[in-house]
């Protein structure tokens, strides 16, 4: 089996994580791979932006715990970083877009064993 297929298959979402930080070359590289997925149009209109600092972490997750109703205990899992992908407001495909980015990051995060 090719190296993609099995990377596509074999990747799973973690919902539980280590505390060991993430290299800096890993997120660098997380984040390339995520500049090379598809875009509509081409207009590549997406940010990327890396958190390692666990204090945002925790007010991040606080604000999403409440905009969401996640419960006072939501932390994104334990995550040491995060990568947030966000898009122009007007790019009527920017959620897509941004799917499609996040996708290349999963596999790209399996491939490095994050």
Known sequence: MNEVIRAILTRRS?????????????????VEAA????????????KFTVVQNSGIIRRLAAV??????RGEDYCFY???AL???SND?????GAE?????????????HSLGV
């Open 78 to 80: 334990g995550a040491t």
């Open 89 to 93: 407001a007007d790019n009527s495909n």
């Open 14 to 30: 973690v919902r539980s994580f280590d505390s060991r930080k993430i290299p800096l070359e890993d997120l660098k590289q997380l």
């Open 35 to 46: 500049r090379y997925a598809p875009s509509a149009m081409n207009r590549q209109t997406w």
């Open 97 to 109: 877009d941004c799917a499609c980015a996040l996708q290349n990051i999963f596999l790209a995060a």
């Open 83 to 85: 990568i947030l992908a």
């Open 64 to 69: 999403i715990a409440k905009e969401l109703d």
